[in-house]
């Protein structure tokens, strides 16, 4: 049985319009991937005309950018109020954002590059670009955040600004790794490989500001 399609927004309504057609785009987005993601489909089931739907999207990449901004959005409150919660360690923190993070690289990180160029053109695509690049940035600091106040000292400050994007970098790749079938070529789980990253990572910045305190100390003495 298909399921129920919520009431039109009211005319004039741009907002809830809007919410109506990223609704409908996040429903074919985890049914049927980026593939099905249609434009007709998108606006039939927001129940709004193929011209409608174009005067808030120019393209199908633009609303893709939007659902995949919609999404980083709720990874960063869900790593806020409940994955770094419980954090007891950098290692922690570490863990817990790549286990959320794999979700999101299976629908959106893998499904496009959206990075490569503007989707579509045009100052509104370019404007919903640097949306999806400030979200990724405040997931970014949201990590590096929780990672400093979980062990203060772990490493120089400067080491930290580059240590975070290296790992977003790295978990990029270990998620692609998951989602094809690289991975049957080694007998270790996506858990076994995660917190093998995660200690690797908090261990190679501890090591980084071993240096620095000797020096510190040397200059001390």
């Known amino acids: 049985m298909p399921s129920k399609k919520k009431p039109k927004a009211r005319w004039g309504d741009r907002a809830a319009r809007r919410e109506d057609i990223l609704a409908a785009g996040r429903w074919l987005l985890e049914r049927e991937g980026y593939t099905g993601l249609s434009m007709r489909q998108v606006a039939d089931r927001a129940r709004v005309s193929p ?3 174009y005067t808030y999207f120019t393209d199908k990449e633009e609303l893709f950018a ?3 901004t919609e999404r980083l959005e709720l ?3 869900e790593l806020l109020n409940d994955a770094f919660g419980t954090a007891r360690s950098a290692e922690d923190v570490i863990v817990a954002f790549m286990e959320r993070y794999f979700e999101v690289y299976a629908l959106h990180g ?3 590059d959206v990075w490569a160029s503007v989707p579509g053109g045009g100052t509104q695509a370019i404007e919903s670009q640097q ?3 400030a979200a990724a940035a405040e997931v970014i ?3 590096r955040e929780a990672i400093v106040r979980s062990e203060p000292g772990l490493t120089p400050i400067g080491e930290m600004d580059l240590a975070v994007p290296f790992m977003w970098a790295s978990l990029n790749g270990l998620a692609e790794h998951f989602c094809g079938l690289r991975h049957l070529m080694h007998p270790y789980s996506r858990a076994e490989l995660t917190s093998f ?12 500001s071993a240096p620095a305190a000797a020096a510190s100390d040397r200059e001390a003495g």
């Not at 990253?197 to 980084?208: D, E, F, H, S």
């Open 110 to 112: 893998r499904a496009v």
């Open 51 to 53: 011209g409608t739907l």
């Open 66 to 68: 939007a659902l995949y």
């Open 131 to 133: 949306r999806l690049i």
């Open 197 to 208: 990253a995660a200690r690797a990572l908090v261990t190679g910045l501890r090591g980084l």
């Open 75 to 77: 990874l960063k409150r």
């Open 141 to 143: 600091a949201a990590v």
